[in-house]
């Protein structure tokens, strides 16, 4: 069973930059669709993007695109989520998610890092 632990949030102005890493443990990360998802009190959980376990094919969110990019290195069993101009309504919690090739389901998750986008 893979284990997800997020990292590199933190504050950072409108406009600036945040790349997010999420490391896997406990299973190789190239069986596993990845995906970011970030929620903000009193909202659902939302979808942000996903990456194909080879990296040949990402999906974004529409308020995301040409800003956001997701990549992945397997060899690393690593996943990232690079932010660019950032806007103050990207602000909340960010999660990394992991799902196997075959499900439709996102059933393994990280515990959340924070992203706060304010002056």
């Known amino acids: 069973q893979v284990q997800l632990l997020e990292s590199g949030g933190g504050l950072v102005q409108p406009g600036g930059s945040l790349r997010l890493s999420c490391t896997a443990s406990?299973?190789?990360?190239?069986?596993?669709?990845m995906g970011w998802f970030r929620q903000v009190p009193g909202k659902k959980r939302e979808f942000v993007g996903a990456?194909?376990?080879?990296?040949?094919?990402?999906t974004y969110e529409d308020s995301v695109k040409g800003r956001f990019t997701i990549s992945r290195d397997n060899s690393k069993n690593m996943a990232y989520l690079q932010m660019n101009n950032l806007k103050r309504e990207d602000t909340g919690v960010y999660y990394c998610?992991?799902?196997?090739?075959?499900?439709?389901?996102?059933?393994?998750w990280g515990q959340g890092t924070q992203v706060t986008v304010s002056l």
């Open positions: 998610a992991a799902r196997l090739a075959t499900m439709s389901v996102f059933n393994y």
């Open positions: 406990g299973g190789a990360l190239s069986d596993y669709t």
């Open positions: 990456i194909t376990w080879s990296g040949s094919s990402t």
